[in-house]
């Protein structure tokens, strides 16, 4: 009884703990803040549509294709040093096909839809310039360029056009030197690239070919002699696990650049910061008046077990809302809802149990021996019904083809999870450290039994 106890405690300081760390914002853990949706934290969003219907890559390079695609937008718009950008590749539709895919560009904060767009430009452009000087004064020059417009007139002045682009360029992968397994990046040109390939590559023999990639350098690899057939190897430098990350990285972006994969936009959504701090306000007073609603009932209808429900109840609140800003959960108008339906539906195993176990006081069984077979005739209810839930929600994630389905799914399935944790830990510690025993009349009648006033019997 006393390790029962003993374990309430330490569940109950847990709690406290994990609700400092949620809502205090002067303990070391507040760099870890709610992240909120657009729709919360107002903002723009832009829909663009990636046109793959003539890529003739298989499914799995194209995939590899619009991530990196993602990656680079996203890079983009750090750079605007826009707060919590979300950009993510989407299916269009339940049953999409690999060529119909659209680039989801959420920017927090940010209103003016000219300015969202003029972040995103067009699609990542590749092209292969000459080096007109030394690799010396490139450094110590670019060194000197402190602006991206700096950096452009820099490299106007030091590399010359070829008319070489991305699309010349078929593919790039990463291979291995079979004598020295040293990572190599080969390249893939198609007929009319390899012709303009082969006469830039027989007239620099010996000069350096620069690779850039929407105006940043990538890579300045030496021309040793004229390449024909359209297919080239980049070696040299790309020793160790270093190198292959170097060369797996140039790869991805010459890839990039390769793709001929037109975006266009063709959605915009603003929504206002008022909105979204209306929307805040709105649901947390909503999961407050839940909360208190659920309380209430638990008490009455339940008394002693329905406060300790409660208190569970306050543990599992504090469990979901750590992991909101621990993974972290964008939280979402519909991600609140669904986390303030699992509220409602995290009692569910509670009163399976209460109603368990005063059928099993019923059968005259003393109380602790009732909470304890309670508990065990619970647990298959318990267990079915919320990994059904689970189900429905790691669907609804996978095949949505909307932030805001995945979203309230997402937030769905932490509950549930949570909700069937807490079931099977706090709520059964905390009843387990009730001190009963066979003269335990009043609490029995707390637990929900009553009192037999002819016999003096106890009866639920």
Do not use: C
Not at 51 to 60: C, F, G, N, R
Not at 109 to 119: C, H, L, R, S
Not at 279 to 302: E, H, P, Q, R
Request: hydrophobic letters at 45%; a neutral charge.
């Amino acid at each position: 009884m006393i390790k029962r106890r003993f374990w309430a405690i330490v569940l109950i300081l847990v709690s406290f703990l994990i609700g400092y760390f949620v809502y205090s914002t002067e303990n070391p853990a507040s760099k870890f803040n709610f992240k909120l949706g657009l729709d919360l934290n107002g903002g723009t969003e832009l829909v663009y549509k990636a046109d793959l219907t003539k890529a003739t890559s298989t499914p799995a390079e194209i995939a590899s294709s619009m991530n990196v695609l993602r990656d680079v937008i996203e890079k983009r718009v750090n750079t605007f040093g826009v707060s919590e950008p979300v950009v993510r590749v989407e299916r269009i539709g339940f049953t999409g096909a690999e060529s119909e895919q659209q680039l989801i560009v959420e920017l927090p904060g940010v209103t003016d839809i000219e300015k969202a767009i003029a972040m995103i430009g067009a699609t990542p452009s590749l092209d292969f310039r000459l080096v007109s000087t030394t690799t010396d004064v490139i450094s110590a020059t670019m060194e000197k360029a402190s602006t991206t417009e700096e950096k452009q007139k820099v490299a106007d002045k030091m590399f010359a056009y070829t008319g070489l682009t991305g699309q010349f360029l078929k593919k790039s992968a990463l291979e291995f030197n079979q004598n020295t397994g040293e990572a190599m990046v080969s390249l893939q040109f198609n007929s009319e690239g390899s012709d303009l390939f082969a006469k830039i590559t027989k007239e620099n023999v010996g000069k350096q070919l620069a690779i850039f990639l929407d105006g940043d350098l990538k890579s300045m690899p030496n021309i040793k002699e004229e390449i024909r057939g359209g297919n080239a190897v980049i070696s040299g430098g790309f020793s160790g696990s270093a190198g292959i990350k170097e060369a797996r990285l140039l790869v991805d972006n010459l890839n990039l650049g390769a793709l001929p994969v037109p975006i266009q936009l063709i959605s915009t959504q603003t929504i206002g910061a008022s909105l979204g701090h209306d929307a805040v306000d709105a649901s947390t007073k909503a999961g407050m008046i839940a909360f208190v609603v659920i309380a209430i009932f638990l008490i009455l209808i339940y008394r002693l077990p329905g406060f300790l429900a409660v208190i569970a109840l306050i543990t599992y609140t504090a469990i979901n809302l750590a992991l909101f800003k621990l993974i972290p959960v964008t939280l979402t108008a519909a991600g609140i809802a669904a986390f303030i339906l699992s509220l409602g539906m995290a009692v569910d195993a509670n009163i399976l149990i209460f109603e368990r176990t005063k059928e099993e006081l019923k059968r005259g069984r003393e109380l602790g021996d009732a909470i304890n077979e309670g508990f065990h005739r619970a647990w298959s209810s318990i267990r079915d019904s919320n990994t059904s839930s689970m189900i429905t929600a790691i669907i609804l994630y996978m095949f949505s083809s909307t932030s805001v389905v995945k979203g309230f799914a997402l937030v769905f399935f932490i509950g549930v999870a949570v909700s069937m944790f807490t079931a099977i830990t706090a709520s059964r510690t905390l009843l387990l450290a009730i001190k009963h025993d066979k003269a335990g009349r009043i609490l029995t009648f707390l637990f929900g039994g009553k009192f037999n006033n002819n016999n003096n019997e106890l009866k639920s």
